[in-house]
């Protein structure tokens, strides 16, 4: 590597010159060095942190599992419960329905056999059904 001086005139200072460089260069080279041991031990570190953040992080989830199968566990059986009662109360419903009809129609029947046997009771209890049912709405409008 041959050096030039930058200065006019300065033939002597030549030698120097590329002593100096050399020193510079070496020193350079010595904080490039230690640069990239301190670089690579913090990525080491930070691997290393890494690391051990994510054996937390695993550890606090195999914990907090059965926690979590017990709250699943309790709510699918609080769902099966919701969906047995639910169940239940629609076959009720669906009972007494068919009840309710069967009844209807009887409670038809009989109405319509009592007026085919005794027509004037019929009407009469109508007329006075009608009568009773006229005042209570006359008396709610006043």
Do not use: Y
């Not at 030039?4 to 260069?25: H, L, Q």
């Not at 085919?116 to 008396?139: C, D, F, Q, T, Y």
Request: proline content about 2%.
């Amino acid at each position: 590597m041959e050096t030039t001086s930058s200065f006019p005139g300065n033939n002597n200072g030549s030698a120097a010159t590329a002593s100096t460089a050399d020193k510079v260069t070496a020193a350079t080279q010595n904080v490039a060095d230690r640069a990239s041991d301190a670089l690579s031990s913090t990525a080491s570190s930070v691997q290393n942190g890494t690391g051990a953040i994510h054996e937390k992080i695993d550890a606090a989830g195999e914990m907090a599992r059965p926690a979590v199968d017990r709250i699943l566990t309790g709510a699918h059986q609080a769902v099966d419960k919701l969906s047995g009662l639910a169940a239940v109360a629609a076959d009720t419903v669906s009972e007494k329905s068919v009840q309710l009809k069967e009844a209807h129609a009887k409670l038809m029947a009989t109405g319509r056999d009592q007026v085919r046997e005794k027509p004037a009771v019929a009407v009469g209890i109508a007329v006075a059904a009608g009568i009773i049912i006229g005042r209570l709405m006359a008396s709610r409008r006043s």
